[in-house]
T-cell receptor
Framework: GQQVMQIPQYQHVQEGEDFTTYCNSS?????IQWYKQRPGGHPVFLIQ?????EVKKQKRLTFQFGEAKKNSSLHITATQTTDVGTYFCAGRRTSYGKLTFGQGTILTVHP | NAGVTQTPKFRVLKTGQSMTLLCAQDMNHEYMYWYRQDPGMGLRLIHYSVGEGTTAKGEVPDGYNVSRLKKQNFLLGLESAAPSQTSVYFCASSYFPQGPKNTEAFFGQGTRLTVV
Protein backbone atom coordinates (compact mmCIF):
# COMPACT_ATOMS: atom_id res chain seq x y z
CA GLY A 1 0.00 0.00 0.00
CA GLN A 2 0.92 3.64 -0.17
CA GLN A 3 3.59 4.67 2.33
CA VAL A 4 4.76 8.14 3.20
CA MET A 5 8.03 8.38 5.08
CA GLN A 6 9.22 11.52 6.80
CA ILE A 7 12.64 12.41 8.20
CA PRO A 8 14.01 13.35 10.59
CA GLN A 9 11.75 12.23 13.41
CA TYR A 10 13.13 14.88 15.76
CA GLN A 11 15.00 18.13 15.20
CA HIS A 12 16.37 20.41 17.89
CA VAL A 13 17.58 23.83 16.77
CA GLN A 14 18.66 27.09 18.30
CA GLU A 15 16.41 30.03 17.59
CA GLY A 16 17.54 31.64 14.36
CA GLU A 17 18.82 28.43 12.78
CA ASP A 18 17.20 26.92 9.71
CA PHE A 19 15.15 23.72 9.70
CA THR A 20 14.22 21.24 6.97
CA THR A 21 12.00 18.17 6.99
CA TYR A 22 11.75 15.72 4.11
CA CYS A 23 8.89 13.57 2.92
CA ASN A 24 9.20 10.57 0.59
CA SER A 25 6.44 8.49 -0.90
CA SER A 26 6.66 4.93 -2.20
CA UNK A 27 4.31 5.90 -5.02
CA UNK A 28 3.75 8.93 -7.23
CA UNK A 29 1.42 11.39 -5.58
CA UNK A 30 -1.35 13.45 -7.07
CA UNK A 31 -0.76 16.16 -4.51
CA ILE A 32 0.90 16.66 -1.16
CA GLN A 33 -0.17 18.69 1.82
CA TRP A 34 1.67 19.96 4.88
CA TYR A 35 0.22 20.35 8.35
CA LYS A 36 1.46 21.74 11.65
CA GLN A 37 0.42 20.43 15.05
CA ARG A 38 1.24 22.51 18.10
CA PRO A 39 1.91 20.62 21.34
CA GLY A 40 -1.43 19.42 22.73
CA GLY A 41 -3.28 20.58 19.64
CA HIS A 42 -4.64 19.17 16.43
CA PRO A 43 -3.10 19.24 12.95
CA VAL A 44 -3.72 22.44 11.02
CA PHE A 45 -3.37 22.73 7.26
CA LEU A 46 -0.46 24.81 5.95
CA ILE A 47 -0.35 24.31 2.20
CA GLN A 48 -1.05 22.02 -0.76
CA UNK A 49 1.33 21.34 -3.66
CA UNK A 50 0.02 19.86 -6.89
CA UNK A 51 2.43 20.46 -9.76
CA UNK A 52 5.71 18.68 -10.43
CA UNK A 53 8.62 20.83 -9.22
CA GLU A 54 6.28 23.31 -7.54
CA VAL A 55 7.72 25.70 -4.96
CA LYS A 56 5.57 27.78 -2.66
CA LYS A 57 6.53 30.21 0.07
CA GLN A 58 4.74 31.41 3.17
CA LYS A 59 6.86 34.06 4.87
CA ARG A 60 9.79 32.06 6.34
CA LEU A 61 8.43 28.68 5.14
CA THR A 62 9.36 27.23 1.74
CA PHE A 63 7.62 24.14 0.40
CA GLN A 64 8.84 22.07 -2.55
CA PHE A 65 7.31 19.21 -4.52
CA GLY A 66 9.75 16.98 -6.35
CA GLU A 67 9.91 16.62 -10.11
CA ALA A 68 8.79 13.01 -9.89
CA LYS A 69 6.02 13.93 -7.44
CA LYS A 70 7.32 11.37 -4.94
CA ASN A 71 9.06 13.65 -2.50
CA SER A 72 8.60 16.98 -0.83
CA SER A 73 10.31 19.23 1.66
CA LEU A 74 9.51 22.00 4.09
CA HIS A 75 12.23 24.51 4.95
CA ILE A 76 11.95 27.10 7.69
CA THR A 77 14.41 29.99 7.61
CA ALA A 78 15.53 31.54 10.89
CA THR A 79 13.35 29.54 13.23
CA GLN A 80 11.43 31.20 16.02
CA THR A 81 10.01 29.72 19.22
CA THR A 82 6.55 29.97 17.67
CA ASP A 83 7.64 27.36 15.09
CA VAL A 84 7.69 24.64 17.76
CA GLY A 85 5.47 21.69 16.95
CA THR A 86 5.15 18.62 14.76
CA TYR A 87 5.16 19.02 11.00
CA PHE A 88 3.38 16.43 8.92
CA CYS A 89 3.27 15.79 5.23
CA ALA A 90 0.25 14.02 3.77
CA GLY A 91 -0.26 12.69 0.28
CA ARG A 92 -2.93 11.36 -2.03
CA ARG A 93 -2.09 8.79 -4.69
CA THR A 94 -5.02 10.01 -6.78
CA SER A 95 -6.75 13.37 -6.68
CA TYR A 96 -9.76 11.79 -4.96
CA GLY A 97 -7.91 9.21 -2.84
CA LYS A 98 -7.46 8.82 0.88
CA LEU A 99 -5.04 11.11 2.69
CA THR A 100 -1.98 9.27 4.05
CA PHE A 101 0.23 11.01 6.59
CA GLY A 102 3.93 10.70 7.26
CA GLN A 103 5.23 10.07 10.78
CA GLY A 104 5.90 13.74 11.37
CA THR A 105 8.96 15.72 12.44
CA ILE A 106 8.95 17.12 15.96
CA LEU A 107 10.68 20.51 15.99
CA THR A 108 12.05 21.99 19.19
CA VAL A 109 13.43 25.52 19.16
CA HIS A 110 15.73 26.64 21.97
CA PRO A 111 15.70 30.40 22.68
CA ASN B 1 -19.22 27.52 12.31
CA ALA B 2 -18.13 24.87 14.77
CA GLY B 3 -16.04 23.00 12.17
CA VAL B 4 -15.29 19.45 13.30
CA THR B 5 -16.47 18.43 16.75
CA GLN B 6 -15.44 15.25 18.51
CA THR B 7 -17.05 13.77 21.58
CA PRO B 8 -15.95 12.78 24.13
CA LYS B 9 -12.62 14.56 24.64
CA PHE B 10 -11.34 12.09 27.21
CA ARG B 11 -12.32 8.57 28.15
CA VAL B 12 -10.96 5.72 30.24
CA LEU B 13 -12.15 2.23 29.38
CA LYS B 14 -11.59 -1.14 30.93
CA THR B 15 -10.36 -3.93 28.70
CA GLY B 16 -13.29 -5.54 26.94
CA GLN B 17 -15.64 -2.56 27.21
CA SER B 18 -17.15 -0.98 24.15
CA MET B 19 -17.60 2.64 23.19
CA THR B 20 -18.44 4.92 20.30
CA LEU B 21 -16.62 8.10 19.37
CA LEU B 22 -18.72 10.68 17.57
CA CYS B 23 -17.48 13.10 14.95
CA ALA B 24 -19.70 15.84 13.59
CA GLN B 25 -18.88 18.42 10.90
CA ASP B 26 -20.97 21.35 9.74
CA MET B 27 -19.04 22.19 6.54
CA ASN B 28 -20.99 19.86 4.24
CA HIS B 29 -17.81 17.87 3.55
CA GLU B 30 -18.05 14.65 1.61
CA TYR B 31 -14.91 13.02 2.99
CA MET B 32 -14.46 12.08 6.62
CA TYR B 33 -11.58 10.25 8.31
CA TRP B 34 -10.61 8.66 11.59
CA TYR B 35 -6.91 8.67 12.53
CA ARG B 36 -5.08 7.52 15.59
CA GLN B 37 -1.93 9.22 16.80
CA ASP B 38 0.72 7.39 18.79
CA PRO B 39 4.22 8.61 19.73
CA GLY B 40 6.64 8.07 16.85
CA MET B 41 3.92 6.68 14.59
CA GLY B 42 2.40 9.85 13.21
CA LEU B 43 -1.21 9.82 12.13
CA ARG B 44 -2.43 6.43 10.98
CA LEU B 45 -5.67 6.11 9.07
CA ILE B 46 -8.19 3.76 10.67
CA HIS B 47 -11.23 4.11 8.40
CA TYR B 48 -12.54 6.75 6.08
CA SER B 49 -15.69 7.63 4.16
CA VAL B 50 -16.09 9.32 0.80
CA GLY B 51 -19.78 10.02 1.27
CA GLU B 52 -22.94 9.25 3.19
CA GLY B 53 -23.51 5.53 3.52
CA THR B 54 -19.97 4.59 2.45
CA THR B 55 -16.96 3.48 4.48
CA ALA B 56 -13.55 2.06 3.65
CA LYS B 57 -10.63 0.59 5.57
CA GLY B 58 -7.46 2.52 6.18
CA GLU B 59 -4.05 1.32 7.37
CA VAL B 60 -5.05 0.04 10.84
CA PRO B 61 -8.76 -0.96 10.76
CA ASP B 62 -8.64 -4.05 12.99
CA GLY B 63 -10.65 -3.73 16.20
CA TYR B 64 -12.66 -0.76 14.93
CA ASN B 65 -15.92 -0.29 13.07
CA VAL B 66 -17.41 2.84 11.58
CA SER B 67 -20.70 4.12 10.25
CA ARG B 68 -21.72 7.15 8.18
CA LEU B 69 -25.49 7.16 8.25
CA LYS B 70 -25.66 10.95 7.91
CA LYS B 71 -23.33 13.10 5.87
CA GLN B 72 -22.38 15.25 8.82
CA ASN B 73 -21.59 12.41 11.25
CA PHE B 74 -18.91 9.73 11.29
CA LEU B 75 -18.93 7.27 14.18
CA LEU B 76 -16.00 5.15 15.32
CA GLY B 77 -16.79 2.10 17.42
CA LEU B 78 -14.62 -0.10 19.58
CA GLU B 79 -16.45 -3.35 20.24
CA SER B 80 -14.03 -4.82 22.78
CA ALA B 81 -11.37 -2.34 23.83
CA ALA B 82 -7.77 -3.48 24.27
CA PRO B 83 -4.81 -1.68 25.88
CA SER B 84 -3.22 -1.44 22.40
CA GLN B 85 -6.04 0.93 21.47
CA THR B 86 -4.86 3.50 24.00
CA SER B 87 -4.22 6.50 21.77
CA VAL B 88 -5.33 9.94 20.71
CA TYR B 89 -8.03 9.72 18.07
CA PHE B 90 -8.58 12.47 15.52
CA CYS B 91 -11.48 12.89 13.19
CA ALA B 92 -11.08 14.98 10.06
CA SER B 93 -13.18 16.04 7.10
CA SER B 94 -12.57 17.51 3.66
CA TYR B 95 -14.33 18.40 0.44
CA PHE B 96 -14.48 15.93 -2.42
CA PRO B 97 -11.29 16.61 -4.36
CA GLN B 98 -11.92 18.11 -7.78
CA GLY B 99 -8.80 18.85 -9.81
CA PRO B 100 -6.23 21.11 -8.20
CA LYS B 101 -8.71 22.58 -5.73
CA ASN B 102 -7.47 22.67 -2.17
CA THR B 103 -8.72 19.62 -0.34
CA GLU B 104 -7.38 20.40 3.07
CA ALA B 105 -8.49 18.25 5.97
CA PHE B 106 -10.05 19.98 8.94
CA PHE B 107 -9.39 18.21 12.21
CA GLY B 108 -11.35 17.91 15.42
CA GLN B 109 -9.75 18.57 18.79
CA GLY B 110 -9.05 14.88 19.40
CA THR B 111 -10.20 12.23 21.87
CA ARG B 112 -7.70 10.90 24.38
CA LEU B 113 -8.61 7.29 25.08
CA THR B 114 -6.97 5.13 27.72
CA VAL B 115 -7.73 1.43 27.97
CA VAL B 116 -6.71 -0.17 31.26
Amino acid sequence: GQQVMQIPQYQHVQEGEDFTTYCNSSTTLSNIQWYKQRPGGHPVFLIQLVKSGEVKKQKRLTFQFGEAKKNSSLHITATQTTDVGTYFCAGRRTSYGKLTFGQGTILTVHP
Amino acid sequence: NAGVTQTPKFRVLKTGQSMTLLCAQDMNHEYMYWYRQDPGMGLRLIHYSVGEGTTAKGEVPDGYNVSRLKKQNFLLGLESAAPSQTSVYFCASSYFPQGPKNTEAFFGQGTRLTVV
